[in-house]
């Protein structure tokens, strides 16, 4: 029987959509950069008996990129949830809480010790021993130590727990600082404000697939999502080079889908497939519906991009 034949039949067993899944594993090998004739491989490592087991951190915060990853329909939370990841702690979506959580945490980390992917999400107060972000009592710092020690890789999951985030903006007074740099370890970094989902899952497909973690590029972003910049692959590229610009919110530009540089867009300094994968079930993404991108994948987002809609000279 063909690979992808039996992988299909497995999803049919678990009631989930035959068609949603061809199109889930059809992203994923696409933003991977891979040819089509991986497609089989790469669902069948979605659908391995072993799936990657997560544990998943919340430090300081928004929780802005749960929210992306909950709110997911491409592919749909169940499916991330219960078919192509084994979530063994999450605390916005797990049913125990307080002490119970506690208990779930560490049973969690021994009973996958060695094994499991550690999603961290938000950035960790440094300031006098950490005593700014406390969980339970601990410092956030404190925790991550533990949890980093049996984890088998660690994924920064958003802008700010990869780079610090709004927290690491100046004047900084907790020392907020991403969680690689909090720990002196390398991180896998999706950076996004939020990352997209298809990325996460994507990183963890090439996991599974190669063994090891994606090609990453200087700032711990995998290569894959982040080679290029927003303004490399932008649809309105050709109004930049033909010098068409929107100039306000609401004109003839804008109406027409100009450039939206002169509006304050950073996609030239920012390195993002937000125009290949899109948000909300691959509809959109702030530049298609109008809006300046502004550089939330980028070291120092707040700072170096601010202000948010004055056009760099």
């Known amino acids: 029987m063909d690979k992808l034949d039996h992988v299909l039949e497995h999803i049919d067993s678990k009631g989930i959509n035959r068609r949603d899944f061809i199109k889930l594993t059809t992203l994923v090998t696409s933003v991977l950069g891979l040819a089509p004739a991986m497609i089989p491989k790469v669902a069948q490592a979605m659908t391995a008996k072993e799936r990657p087991t997560v544990i998943w951190l919340h430090f300081a915060e928004c929780t802005g990129c749960s929210e992306a990853f909950i709110r997911s329909s491409y592919p749909w939370i169940d499916e991330l949830v219960l078919e192509v990841l084994n979530v063994a702690y999450h605390e916005t979506i797990m049913a125990p809480a307080g002490h119970a959580a506690e208990k ?84 896998i970094n999706l950076a996004g404000c939020p990352p997209n989902p298809v990325n996460a899952v994507s990183a963890v497909v090439q996991f599974l697939l190669l063994g090891r973690t994606p090609a990453l590029d200087d700032y711990g972003r995998p290569k894959f999502a982040y080679g290029a910049t927003i303004h490399d692959k932008c649809p309105r590229r050709a109004h930049f080079e033909e010098a068409e610009f929107v100039k306000r919110f609401g004109d003839e530009g804008a109406i027409n889908g100009w ?55």
């Open 104 to 187: 779930s945490l560490h049973e969690a980390m021994e009973r996958y010790k060695g094994k499991y992917i550690l999603v961290c999400e938000g950035g960790i107060p440094t300031a006098d021993g950490g005593v700014w972000g406390k969980v339970a009592g601990r410092p956030m710092i404190e925790i991550a130590k533990e949890a980093a020690k049996g984890a088998v890789a660690v994924m920064a999951m958003g802008t700010c727990a990869c780079y610090g985030g709004v927290q690491a903006a100046k004047p900084n007074p907790t020392k907020a600082m991403g969680v690689g740099e909090a720990l002196g370890i390398q991180t």
């Open 259 to 313: 450039c939206l540089f002169e509006m304050g867009c950073k996609g030239p300094d920012t390195h993002n497939n937000c125009s290949l994968v899109k948000f909300n079930d691959g509809t959109n993404w702030p530049v298609g519906a109008g809006h300046p991108c502004l550089g939330c994948s980028e070291p120092q987002f707040w700072d170096n991009m601010a202000p948010f809609y004055t056009s760099k000279p």
